[in-house]
């Protein structure tokens, strides 16, 4: 009897351990910010609006100068 009782407290922590460190799908979607940058090559990166979807190419001829970016798309 002492086994089963054992293994009933064990699934129940192991439950609630589980709902304790799940989050819902917006709170995470959240935390990854608004812009996005995606390697395009050695010296360019797209930067993606995650919010509307708008893309622009930045890029950086010489590291001593400030990198030029496009205007976004859509």
Known sequence: MKNW???????????AMQLAHTESAGKTEDARGRYEGVAGSANAVWVVDT??????????????QTPVCSGYSK
Do not use: N, P, W, Y
Request: glycine share 12%.
């Open 5 to 15: 009782t054992m293994i009933l407290a064990g699934l129940g922590m192991l439950s």
């Open 51 to 64: 919010h509307t979807g708008a893309v622009r190419k930045c890029t950086q001829e010489f590291a001593d």
